[in-house]
């Protein structure tokens, strides 16, 4: 998965807690990119964010969803109040700035799965 | 907007039969195309990709051909194993910019002995 570290891998919350899901990209890599999985479903794009920067957040749900990216330090996906919807595994992706060297991969990493009880 | 449209699973082959799993897009321009495999519990792998018309992309004995005519990127592999057994996701990304990936809803694959 070229280097993209998501932490925790599990973590279990109970209703009305908070959730905070870390994604440290691919060395040199500026564009982040979170996916929520559902169970039994495809990938669902959330938000792309460089840093400092939210780009795209139309897949984001309206309330309790936040991210950021922030200068030093990894990205972080915050969900709270959980619910038990949003158990799901939740997928951070990385690419470089693109350019005529540095191709047009995506590389995810390992995912995050919450499970809400 | 851009999407991806995938066969619908599930897919069970006996080991050593031939593998078709379809995948069309609608996107504007002439994006890249991916193939991204998801093994049980874990992440997802880079397959296969190709950039332009005509590319055929291929990895573990898997390949698949960009077809520009038919808006088409079709996986293929001649002879399936037990360990072949996964979902498989079809994406598409812009060759604009720093698009996001856009998946297909996922096929998932099981291989009997």
């Known amino acids: 998965n070229a280097g993209v570290m998501q932490n925790p891998r599990h973590l279990v919350r109970r209703r009305g807690q908070e959730a905070r899901l870390r994604c440290s990209p691919v060395k040199g890599h500026s564009h982040v990119y979170w996916y929520r999985q559902l169970p039994e479903e495809g990938l669902k794009f959330m938000v792309y964010?460089?840093?400092?920067?939210?780009?795209?957040e139309s897949g984001m749900p309206k309330e309790r969803f936040s991210a950021e990216f922030p200068k030093e330090g990894p990205s972080i996906l915050r969900i709270q109040q959980v619910v038990r919807g949003d158990s799901a595994a939740y997928f951070c992706a990385s690419s470089p700035l693109r350019d005529r060297n540095s191709g047009n991969t995506i590389y995810f990493g390992e995912g995050s799965w919450l499970t809400v009880v | 907007g851009d999407s991806v449209t995938q066969m619908e699973g599930p897919v069970t082959l006996s080991e050593e039969a031939f593998l078709t799993i379809n995948c069309t897009y609608t996107?504007?321009?002439?994006?890249?195309l991916f193939w991204y495999v998801q093994y049980p519990g874990e992440g997802l792998q880079l397959l296969l990709k190709?950039?332009?018309?005509?590319d055929k992309g291929s990895n573990k004995g898997f390949e698949a051909t960009y077809r520009k005519e038919t808006t088409s990127f079709h996986l293929e592999k001649g002879s399936v194993q037990v360990s072949d057994s996964a979902v498989y996701f079809c994406?598409?990304?812009?060759?604009?910019?720093?698009?996001?990936?856009?998946f297909g809803t996922g096929t998932r694959l099981t291989i009997i002995p």
């Open positions: 190709a950039t332009k018309a005509d």
């Open positions: 964010l460089q840093k400092e920067n939210i780009i795209d």
């Open positions: 996107a504007t321009g002439y994006p890249s």
């Open positions: 994406a598409l990304r812009s060759n604009f910019g720093n698009e996001k990936l856009t």
